[in-house]
């Protein structure tokens, strides 16, 4: 069985967030996959969100030659949560990691 060992907030050792994306590539090629919050508002969820909507994200993967992180996460549709696996780009996964001062009602916002 495994479990997350550490949560933490990323700004406290990552002092850019563009550095975030070497922390998580460095985690999943160590065969340790990430849970972070995300702002969803920039990630390709179908929802077309157009206000700030932070939620946890499990990374288990990700493609150098395409650019992409394999996610997987709730997405509300239909007046349902499903479970789903998406793919991000690069530059969108570091837009959606939250700056250290917003307030995304997580304390800590990146376990491993």
């Not at 999943?28 to 994200?57: C, M, S």
């Not at 997580?106 to 376990?111: F, G, P, S």
Request: with cysteine; hydrophobic share 40%.
């Amino acid at each position: 069985m495994f479990f997350l060992k550490n949560a933490f907030r990323y700004s406290d050792f990552i002092p850019d967030k563009k550095n975030i994306l070497d922390f998580v590539r460095n985690k999943i090629k160590k065969q340790n996959y990430i849970v972070i919050v995300l702002n969803e508002k920039f990630l390709p969820t179908g929802n077309n969100i157009e206000f700030d909507f932070y939620h946890n994200w499990f990374c288990f993967g990700f493609d150098d030659k395409k650019k992409i992180v394999y996610m997987a996460g709730y997405i509300y549709k239909n007046g349902f949560n499903e479970y789903k696996v998406i793919t991000v780009g690069f530059d969108d996964f570091i837009r959606a990691v939250p700056f250290s001062n917003e307030n995304t009602n997580y304390e800590k916002n990146i376990m491993n």
